[in-house]
């Protein structure tokens, strides 16, 4: 009885656990993409659906268009099925709802799926931007690591050793290395464990991740980038959908409840109560503390503009395309913003090992020195002699890993008369042209042929320039 128990309850976890909708982010815009081309061309709903139905892999998502048609079949809307769906936002099911009530449902599917690839290409910004600093110091730690396991602990054994007084920093390294080197195995896996759950809860946790949001915005250039993509965000999605015929106050709900910020999940939802109390934007936002912190002033006179003049969806597009523009090109330029900060803190931590080790080493040195000057028939025993040796020795291994670092060759492009450069796939003015660059851009050149260098581009494929229109910039 109680193994039929169990089994039943194994059963309902079995059955809970299939039907959680794991990465059906990706089918679900996939499936309103492709939903949009085919009603576009004139099949009908059901028709539509069963064709995409045919293209899904996951099953979930066959579930999903499962329910869809059911509904569809037994003569509901496809608004009403997309919100039993529970995996539509609420600006895609409105959006439905107007495109199916006024016979442009076509026209909607498309805004939702021109939406949805802008929201992914926002994300992806963020994502790409922070993978140069998120690399390098995993680099950094990995190799933290590595010195802490392998070479600390016979730091420390050789350091115990001297007979001298040692400085504080090579204390501290001896009693991490003894540790290390007694509980290593058992320390590390809990420290990444710890550290595992204090990033969940600091930045993903919804009660939480205000903290971790709040150090995001206070890193430079990470806090220009991140407003950019909101206020890209900010524009597109509340243009379209003022545009498409939502009310303001259900445009402003959708956005506050599309965006990943908190802080601008407060004032969105403080100007759709605001607005929806009669209020115009100006004095909605005059109401709101430090509102120009997140919206800038420029902005919120744009908008005043735009809805004095009945304008505001144009002037919300105008905003969007405005800031898509920045956000692109401060995500090329952070990698230089952030790589100053990246090697300060590497190079806190070279500088505390070196230190940690030369000192003691010196201290001995000077020891001998002075009790050969007192009595000059006393020498140095070959016991004390290794070790200095096995000192000097771990010394090196453990700090040419990290110090050898390679330098980083740059070079800024010059302006050229007509506001761009040529790449050409080859050092010569013969070559193809396989990319236009901008003038002020710096880019990473690995050879120099002659008048040509030949660069890194962003995507990582690389190409020649002409020497007379760059400048080397020079790097210690």
């Known amino acids: 009885m109680q193994n039929k128990h169990s089994r039943n309850i194994f059963q ?3 059955h809970k656990l299939d039907n959680i909708n794991f990465g059906i982010g990706k089918e679900r815009d996939y499936f309103v993409e492709n939903l949009s081309m085919i009603v576009s061309s004139g099949m009908s709903i059901l028709s539509a659906i069963s064709a995409v139905e045919q293209e899904v892999r996951s099953r979930s998502m066959k579930r999903v268009l499962k329910v869809l048609r059911d509904d569809i079949e037994s003569g509901s809307p496809l608004w009403k099925a997309f919100q039993k769906a529970r995996i ?3 600006h895609t099911i409105s959006l439905v709802r107007i495109g199916e009530e006024s016979g442009k449902l076509s026209q909607n599917l498309k805004l939702i799926a021109e939406q949805d690839a802008k929201e992914r290409a926002l994300r ?3 994502r790409s931007a922070m993978m140069y600093p998120v690399f390098v110091m995993s680099i ?3 190799i933290g690591v590595a010195i802490a396991l392998f070479i600390l602990p016979r730091l420390a054994s050789v350091f115990l050793q001297l007979r001298i007084d040692l400085p504080f920093l090579t204390k501290v390294l001896i009693v991490a290395g003894k540790f290390l080197g007694d509980y290593g195995h058992i320390a590390f896996p809990i420290i ?5 759950v204090i990033i969940y809860f600091v930045f993903y946790y919804s009660e ?6 709040k150090i995001l915005f206070s890193f430079p250039g990470v806090k220009e980038l991140l407003q950019e993509v909101e206020l890209t965000r900010f524009g597109y999605l509340l243009g379209t959908l003022i545009n498409a015929g939502l009310p303001v106050t259900t445009a402003l709900d959708s956005l506050q409840k599309a965006t990943l910020f908190l802080q601008y999940k407060s004032l969105y939802t403080h100007l759709r109560d605001s607005i929806d109390e009669g209020n115009s934007f100006q004095k909605s936002f005059l109401k709101y503390r430090n509102s120009s912190k997140l919206i800038p002033v420029t902005i919120q006179q744009l908008l005043f503009a735009g809805e004095l003049s009945g304008n505001l969806s144009d002037t919300l597009l105008k905003i969007s395309v405005t800031y898509e523009v920045k956000a692109e090109n401060t995500t090329k330029n952070l990698t230089i913003i952030l790589e100053p900060i990246l090697l300060v803190i590497v ?3 070279v500088v505390s090992v070196a230190l940690a080790v030369i000192i003691p080493i010196y201290s001995l040195i000077g020891g001998f020195n002075n009790e050969s000057s007192e009595n000059p028939e006393q020498i140095i025993t070959i016991e004390e002699a290794k070790i ?3 000192v000097i020795e771990e010394s090196t291994s453990s700090t040419s890993s990290i110090t050898e670092m390679k330098s980083v060759n740059k070079l800024r492009i010059l302006s050229t008369g007509i506001g761009y450069l040529n790449v050409r796939d080859k050092p010569t003015i013969q070559g193809e042209v396989i990319n236009k660059i901008q003038t002020g851009e710096i880019f990473e050149y690995t050879n120099d042929d002659g008048g040509w260098y030949k660069i890194i581009l962003y995507d990582g494929k690389s190409g020649w320039v002409f020497k007379e229109y760059v400048e080397i910039i020079k790097t210690q």
């Open 88 to 90: 539509f936002s609420d």
């Open 208 to 213: 939480t991740k205000f903290i971790g949001q």
């Open 12 to 14: 309902l976890f079995v």
């Open 347 to 349: 190079w806190l931590g």
């Open 140 to 142: 950094t730690v990995i």
């Open 388 to 390: 200095v040796k096995n």
């Open 192 to 196: 990444f464990f710890v550290l595992g």
């Open 124 to 126: 992806s910004k963020i």
